[in-house]
């Protein structure tokens, strides 16, 4: 492939990808934009375009990234990838793995753009869901309950944090997994993949450890996807994290095979 074929490749990427012509910009970085981010990366096969845009949503929306920010929650709405509900969810779930005040302006954000997306169309947004009935418990007993179950199921361990500080106890087992991981409005992979994201990049150790982990052994996201988030991950953070990123992701690759081969041999 010539350069001039790449380049065109990439621009037709850029414009079905983001809804919108690619710029004309002949700087290094624009350039390797195009070729590669565009022209190489949206196009691979192992994670669609869909699961892409959690995984570029969650770290445009870390790095403060404003102008990129605006484009990717325009674009993901714009081309129907990702929905309203979705989107909204995606926020909520960003801001419990990378901070509320990060996430209070990718909220204002996804409310500019999907006025933007409706002003342009000539019609105006619609209502938006019903934030109640929720689908946990409203006891304080019975959400601790949910929320120890539930992080068992999502972590893929057998035990769950104790309940005698605020941290775990409101937060870890009542809201994060006795209501948030549960809601119906966004699903388990796409958390998996907004999560693993939101952990790489503020370099928690046993956070990366144990969401990489969970992901690969639920299988919510297989192998070939764990390894594809890595790359597509570098391209939008950085390739220094994505390296630490990608070791986990080897390590807890081996761990899970072994476990597997382990269960199979004790059935």
Known sequence: M????????????FAEVMTFPAPH???????????????????????????????????????????????????????????????????LHFAVYAGWPKASLFNMVVDEQWERIHRDRGQSPPPPDPLLPLITPSSPEGRLLVGEQSFKDINCIPYAPIRDNPYSGAGI???????????????????????VACVA????????ISHVYAALKSR????????????????????????????????????????WRTETGTA
Not at 2 to 13: A, K
Not at 173 to 195: D, Q, S
């Open 2 to 13: 010539t350069d001039t074929d790449r380049r065109e490749r990439g621009r037709q990427s």
């Open 25 to 91: 910009d002949d700087t290094p970085a624009a350039i390797g934009l195009i070729d590669f981010v565009y022209g190489e990366i949206w196009s691979r096969p192992a994670l669609s375009r869909r699961d892409r845009r959690f995984v570029t949503l969650a770290c445009v929306a870390a790095a403060d990234a404003d102008a990129p920010l605006r484009d990717h929650v325009y674009a993901a709405l714009n081309s129907g990838d990702v929905s309203i509900g979705e989107m909204r969810e995606t926020v």
């Open 173 to 195: 087992l009542n809201f994060v997994f006795g209501e948030m991981w549960l809601r119906p409005g966004l699903g388990m992979k796409e958390r998996r993949l907004i999560t």
């Open 201 to 208: 990049f503020q370099d928690t150790l046993i956070p990366i």
């Open 220 to 259: 919510d996201v297989s192998f070939d996807e764990m390894e594809e988030l890595a790359l597509h991950f570098a391209a939008y953070y950085g390739w220094p994290k994505a390296s630490h990123l990608n070791a986990v992701i080897d390590e807890q690759q081996q761990r899970v095979l072994e476990e």
